[in-house]
């Protein structure tokens, strides 16, 4: 069960500041189910070493975006499939603005509210379980699931899609086409939060 969420605002300037005010996708619409698929639109790609914002740092830390900011990338990545203009550097400046990353560079969930205006929100899950994926991606959620990388570095990255053949995944560290599959059950996942467009972001 999700604790109602830091639910995350992009400032009154935020995302209106680049260009006209955005306007988030009408969720459940574009949820794509058949038979034991759930697929969200999947139309935004960053990755975090990108040069135009690797070496920018994670609010006031001495951590940047290509060394750790694979959940401010990933973020990003969902905010953008959700009709959102914004990019990882552009995300990263609005979060630090309202002091929305720890002293280590974390980022607060909160800061997700203040960054939207309120119109999208992130869940907050205790623990990870296939039903709360299946939940979020039918909800019209994109779920940010995290887990350990072989040299033993914790990793962020967005689900988009689900089926039997395993989770299918915008990874901020491997550029692709399409989304690259994560073959494991939910049982490998430490973390998972989930980005979306509640009530207050309705059009």
């Known amino acids: 069960m999700f604790k109602k969420a830091f639910v995350i605002s992009l400032l009154a ?14 969720s459940k619409k574009n949820v794509g189910v058949s038979q034991g698929t759930l697929a969200l639109p999947d139309k935004t790609a960053f990755l975090q070493k990108d040069k135009r914002w690797a070496n920018d740092r994670l609010g006031k830390s001495k951590d940047t975006m290509g060394s750790d900011g694979c959940l401010v990338t990933a973020a990003a990545m ?11 550097a552009d995300l990263n400046k609005r979060l630090t603005a309202h002091d929305s990353f720890t002293k280590q560079g974390w980022l607060i ?5 203040k960054v939207t205006n309120g119109k999208a929100n992130a869940r907050y899950y205790d623990t990870v379980t ?14 940010m699931a995290r887990f350990i990388l072989p040299s033993g570095r914790s990793h962020w990255a967005m689900i988009v899609k689900r089926d039997s053949r395993g989770f299918h995944m915008r990874d901020p560290l491997r550029q692709s086409k ?7 059950s939910s049982s490998a996942f430490k973390s ?9 972001g309705k059009a």
Request: aromatic share 8%.
């Open 178 to 184: 399409s989304p690259l599959i994560f073959p494991q």
């Open 109 to 113: 969930w909160s800061g997700i509210e």
């Open 78 to 88: 969902a905010l953008g499939n959700l009709g959102f203009k914004t990019t990882p």
């Open 192 to 200: 998972l939060r989930c980005i979306g467009v509640g009530d207050n």
């Open 130 to 143: 296939d039903r709360d994926i299946n939940t979020c991606l039918r909800d019209g959620y994109y779920p």
């Open 13 to 26: 300037t935020a995302l209106s500041a680049c260009g006209s005010s955005p306007k988030p996708i009408k």
